[in-house]
C-alpha cells in the first residue's frame, strides 16, 4: 500500500552522492525543520530520468530535494560525471538498494523490480502533505510539484490552478 497523506514518512538512512559528488549517508532527521520532496526514480542511466532529475532540482530553494532510485552510489556517481543535464545538479541522489524504502513506501513496481515515478511532499516534522505516483513511462512536471508544495505551504484553500500570491479559496 502507498504510503498516505497525513502519515509520517518511513524511517531510513541511504547513501549517495551529494551536490559536491561526495557520498553522504542521509535519514529523516536530515528532513526536519523544512519542507522535503522526495521523488523516486526507476534506474539511472535511463532517457527520462535525467530530464526529471534537472526540473526537480529547479525546487532546491523551496524545500530539501532527495532524488531515489534502486541503483548504488557508485552508479550514481558516473551518471552524474557522465550526463551533463545532472552533472551539477544541487540535490543528493541516494541509492535504495534492495528497493526496501521504496517498497515501504508502496511504490515498488514488482515486474521490473524498480521503483515507480513517486512523488512525496513532506512538512517540516516529516508527515507526508502529498503522494502522486506515475507510471514507469511517464515523466513528472516539476513545475507542478513546485505549485502543490507551495499550495500546501500557504497554509490556506487553495484552488485547483492557484498559484502564489493569488487569495485563497473562500
Given at each position: 500500500?502507498?504510503?498516505?497523506?497525513?502519515?509520517?514518512?518511513?524511517?531510513?538512512?541511504?547513501?549517495?552522492?551529494?551536490?559536491?559528488?561526495?557520498?553522504?549517508r542521509?535519514?529523516?532527521?536530515?528532513?526536519?525543520?523544512?519542507?522535503?520532496?522526495?521523488?523516486?526514480?526507476?534506474?539511472?542511466?535511463?532517457?527520462?530520468c535525467?530530464?526529471?532529475?534537472?526540473?526537480?532540482?529547479?525546487?532546491?530553494?523551496?524545500?530539501?530535494?532527495?532524488?531515489?532510485?534502486?541503483?548504488?552510489?557508485?552508479?550514481?556517481l558516473?551518471?552524474?560525471?557522465?550526463?551533463?543535464?545532472?552533472?551539477?545538479?544541487?540535490?543528493?541522489?541516494?541509492?535504495?538498494?534492495?528497493?526496501?524504502?521504496?517498497?515501504?513506501?508502496?511504490?515498488?513496481e514488482?515486474?521490473?523490480?524498480?521503483?515507480?515515478?513517486?512523488?512525496?511532499?513532506?512538512?517540516?516534522?516529516?508527515?507526508?502533505?502529498?503522494?502522486?505516483?506515475?507510471?514507469?513511462?511517464?515523466?513528472?512536471?516539476?513545475?507542478?510539484?513546485?505549485?502543490?508544495?507551495?499550495?500546501?505551504?500557504?497554509?490556506?484553500?487553495?484552488?485547483?490552478?492557484?498559484?502564489?500570491?493569488?487569495?485563497?479559496?473562500?
Amino acid at each position: 500500500m502507498i504510503s498516505a497523506v497525513g502519515t509520517m514518512f518511513p524511517d531510513f538512512e541511504l547513501t549517495g552522492v551529494n551536490k559536491d559528488n561526495e557520498f553522504e549517508r542521509v535519514n529523516n532527521t536530515n528532513l526536519i525543520g523544512k519542507w522535503s520532496v522526495i521523488y523516486f526514480y526507476p534506474k539511472d542511466f535511463t532517457f527520462i530520468c535525467p530530464t526529471e532529475i534537472a526540473a526537480f532540482d529547479e525546487l532546491t530553494a523551496h524545500a530539501n530535494v532527495l532524488g531515489i532510485s534502486g541503483d548504488n552510489e557508485f552508479c550514481k556517481l558516473a551518471w552524474k560525471k557522465d550526463n551533463d543535464l545532472i552533472g551539477s545538479i544541487q540535490h543528493t541522489l541516494l541509492a535504495d538498494c534492495g528497493l526496501r524504502l521504496a517498497r515501504d513506501c508502496g511504490v515498488k513496481e514488482h515486474s521490473e523490480q524498480v521503483a515507480y515515478r513517486a512523488t512525496f511532499i513532506l512538512d517540516e516534522v516529516g508527515v507526508i502533505q502529498h503522494v502522486s505516483v506515475n507510471a514507469l513511462d511517464t515523466g513528472r512536471n516539476a513545475k507542478e510539484v513546485l505549485r502543490t508544495l507551495k499550495a500546501l505551504q500557504a497554509g490556506g484553500l487553495t484552488g485547483c490552478s492557484w498559484n502564489p500570491g493569488e487569495d485563497f479559496v473562500a
